[in-house]
């Protein structure tokens, strides 16, 4: 593991709340998972907290269904402590005007008469809200008596896609500008305390594509823009070489030596007729096309200057071993 | 390649009676490049075609003239028009539209006070299903203004292809809510006579309300569900009239799926779904397939080769070559069962592969080659 074979510290040391974004499909719930794994070294607990109601966190720890409630679902590299919680906007609601308006009966019957429901699936941005609010109990959350330590030295947040990313955290600043006064206007200035504060990285995930690229190009600009600390870049799903350079650059010009491709497939006991020589030749300029493209795409994400870090494509998919394979490889990148 | 039939979309758009042509599928599959791909190639076969995009990526927008997003179809230049079509093609623009349904069903102040409420900011931009609401809204106005004789719409980028048709109805739901009833100062009998029956006066729910958000909030709140209340009916026609539009048969869906196992689960609820919604399936199409020029080398052999050589210790390019085509050939194989299985499940609807291209498609060129693959070749 990364702690005891003395790999490099983290880059995010004093960051507890990590947010987690990206394009959609750019496996944000796959590095959110592992980066809370990573983040669990030796007597740590890390906080892993889902908000889009697809319980992607139990599919991938292979776990039933999680309720609104925070479970462990892994143990961590070092024996550390991974605690999954699936936010379910509605309960955070009814949560949420208990805690801070002991409505009682009134709170029962704005449920009743489909307030809550307006609220959290239509009013704009109360779902963001919740969440947020949620989040942040959580990050600030203390252990009774008397060390007061905090239950969680980590959370991390598989957040919406790079698109709402900006409006969903910056919520809290709107509805600032609503509600001029009152119990909202506190609580709404003071999540946007942390979320603007040292104490939170947003790092995007992307892959070697343009539109995952300029999305996470969009979103950093936006982000910064809006008072939000920008974290890492988790380049996911890199393949690895399989041709040297020279090759690439011959394939991609069409000058690969046939010659010598045909002599090799030989010495291999390969015996394939002529026209499919033309067709792994052709593979390989492909190949050396979408290389080409994503080297633009490295030299875009560079140009952005925040701490990069690449996990591999993993063939057979992502099942819980692979998890702890990703979690391990950002521990070793000073991701965690 | 595996059973099923196929898809040949020239049938589709080459058939006159065919008006509108929708686009779904689940996110990143390939939506928006099969509607600019079909749009473009029926221009070019004599259409006049209107293609309504959907945050196109930047390059493929540059490249159709779509960046001016005044929200109204402009001509795309560099088509050939020889055949007598022409493409024109904009990019919808959800705030700006749903401003234009707002003044179009209000008188100017109403529609006024309603675009100066604080709540009208958010809601415009961020109600969930706010965007797809309003692409069926700008297909209605397209349908409407009668000047093009096809109407090839994309679909909001979203996990549920399903969210398209669900979200409007969405919208309805929300208007014709109790709680929406009993928001408005519990004038309506319904409010009233429904908190009766929970035994709760309105005063305990305004005043929870009001402890919540505070006066000035729910003072605005108010305002601005009253102002739109006034609307509430010329939008739930005009869904609705855009849903039926979809069920007649001058519609064609066109369901795009990746050959990944999510998006052709999402593809198959999708088809489901229209069956049951009687709307008219075109067929499926299977994008990003990959393909290869060497089928009889299988990936077994390819490998067994590579590692002979890595014994060898001789030939490392035909080595990384045969690497390269076992990857490949892994991928195909893993494609074409997917395939399988969708095929055999739904063995009626007709599919066409469309070839992963290795860069991106950004440009009419690149349209015009999916185009031709979504003849079937
Ligand atoms: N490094 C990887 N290697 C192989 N497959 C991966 C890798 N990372 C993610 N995947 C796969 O890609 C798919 C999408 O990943 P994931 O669900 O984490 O993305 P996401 O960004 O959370 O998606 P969504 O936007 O739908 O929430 C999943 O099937 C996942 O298993
Ligand atoms: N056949 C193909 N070969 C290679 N690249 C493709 C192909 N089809 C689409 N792409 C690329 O894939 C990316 C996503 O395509 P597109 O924008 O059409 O998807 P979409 O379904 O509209 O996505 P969203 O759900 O985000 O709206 C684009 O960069 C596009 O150029
Ligand atoms: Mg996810
Ligand atoms: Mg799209």
Redesign the interface.
């Known amino acids: 593991m990364a702690s005891d074979s003395g790999a490099r510290e983290s880059d995010w040391e004093g960051v507890r709340l990590h947010v987690v974004t990206g394009k959609g499909g750019t496996g944000k719930t796959t590095v959110a998972a592992a980066l809370a794994i990573a983040l669990s070294g030796e007597g740590r607990r890390t906080l892993l907290v889902e908000v889009e109601g697809r319980q992607g966190i139990a599919q991938l720890f292979d776990s039933p269904p999680l309720p609104y409630e925070e479970r462990t679902v892994a143990v961590g590299p070092g024996g550390g402590e991974v605690v999954a919680l699936a936010v379910d906007p509605e309960e955070a609601l009814l949560e949420y005007l208990d805690m801070f308006y002991k409505l009682g009966r009134a709170g029962r019957a704005l449920r009743k008469i489909g307030a809550i429901d307006f609220a959290t699936t239509i009013a704009p941005g109360m779902r963001d809200v919740l969440i947020t609010g949620k989040v942040y109990e959580a990050v600030r959350r203390r252990k009774a008596g008397r060390s007061g330590a905090h239950v969680y030295d980590a959370v991390v947040l598989d957040a919406p896609p790079t698109g709402r990313i900006a409006r969903f955290l910056g919520v809290n600043a709107e509805v600032a500008g609503l509600a001029k006064v009152g119990p909202v206007r506190g609580q709404a200035d003071a999540i946007m305390g942390l979320l603007t504060s040292p104490m939170t990285a947003v790092h995007v995930v992307t892959l070697l594509e343009e539109m995952p690229v300029q999305e996470t190009a969009d979103a950093v600009a936006e982000l910064a823009a809006a008072g939000l600390p920008v974290g890492g870049i988790i380049v996911n799903a890199v393949r690895e070489p399989l041709l040297k350079v020279a090759d690439l650059t011959a394939a991609a010009k069409g000058r690969l030596p046939r010659a010598e491709v045909a002599d090799g497939l030989a010495a291999a006991g390969v015996s394939v007729r002529d026209g499919a020589i033309d067709g792994l030749l052709a593979e390989v300029a492909e190949h050396a096309e979408r290389v080409a493209l994503e080297k633009a795409q490295r030299r875009t994400l560079k140009g952005l200057a925040r701490p990069t870090y690449e996990l591999p494509l993993l063939s057979e998919g992502v099942d819980l071993g692979a998890l702890y394979e990703l979690a391990e490889r950002l521990c070793a990148q000073g991701a965690a | 390649m595996a059973a099923g039939r196929s898809l040949d979309l020239d049938d589709v758009i080459g058939d006159l009676r065919t008006r509108v042509v929708v686009c779904c599928g689940s996110?990143?599959v390939g939506k928006t490049t099969t509607a600019a791909a079909l749009g473009l190639r029926a221009a070019e076969q004599g259409r006049q075609v209107v293609v309504l995009t959907i945050d196109p990526?930047?390059?493929l927008a540059q490249s159709m003239g779509l960046d001016a997003l005044d929200n109204t179809p402009r001509r795309v230049k560099g088509a050939d028009e020889s055949a007598g079509g022409s493409l024109d093609a904009m990019m919808l623009d959800m705030k700006r539209t749903f401003d234009e349904v707002v003044f179009a069903h209000s008188t100017p102040e109403r529609a006024q006070a309603i675009m100066d409420n604080?709540?009208y900011q958010?809601?415009s931009?961020?109600?969930?299903g706010t965007q797809e609401y309003m692409a069926m809204e700008k297909l209605g106005q397209l349908r409407a203004e009668d000047r093009w004789d096809l109407i090839v719409v994309d679909t909001p980028?979203s996990?549920s292809a399903l969210d398209f048709l669900d979200a409007p109805k969405?919208l309805g739901s929300?208007l014709d809510?109790?709680?929406?009833r009993?928001l408005m100062g519990g004038a309506g009998k319904g409010g009233r006579a429904?908190?009766k029956v929970?035994g709760?006066g309105l005063g305990?729910?305004t005043?929870?309300?009001t402890?919540?958000?505070?006066a000035?909030?729910l003072k605005?709140l108010q305002a601005f569900i009253a102002a739109l209340d006034t609307m509430f009916g010329g939008f739930r026609e005009r869904a609705d009239a855009t849903y039926q539009l979809l069920k007649t048969s001058g519609t064609a869906f066109v369901v795009v799926a990746a050959p990944e196992r999510d998006a052709l689960r999402e593809a198959s609820y999708f088809v489901e779904r229209l069956g049951t919604e009687g709307m008219p399936l075109a067929g499926l199409v299977l994008n990003r397939v990959h393909t290869?020029?060497?089928?009889?080398?299988s990936a077994a052999?390819?490998t067994?080769?590579?590692e002979?050589?890595a014994e060898?210790g001789?030939?490392?390019?035909?080595?990384?070559?045969?690497?390269?085509?076992a990857?490949?050939m892994?991928i195909i194989e893993r494609e074409q069962s997917l395939r399988g299985r969708f095929t055999a499940a739904h063995p009626r609807v007709p599919v066409v592969d469309v070839p992963a291209q290795?860069?991106?498609v950004?440009d009419l060129a690149g349209l015009r080659t999916v185009g031709a693959a979504l003849a079937g070749g």
Request: net charge positive.
């Open positions: 996110g990143g990526a930047r390059r604080p709540f958010s809601l931009s961020s109600f969930s980028p996990r969405r929300f809510g109790r709680f929406i009993i429904y908190l929970l709760t305990v729910v005043g929870a309300l402890r919540v958000l505070g000035q909030v605005d290869t020029g060497a089928k009889t080398l052999r390819a067994a080769g590579a002979t050589l060898q001789g030939h490392p390019l035909a080595a990384g070559v045969l690497r390269l085509h990857e490949r892994r290795p860069g991106d950004h």
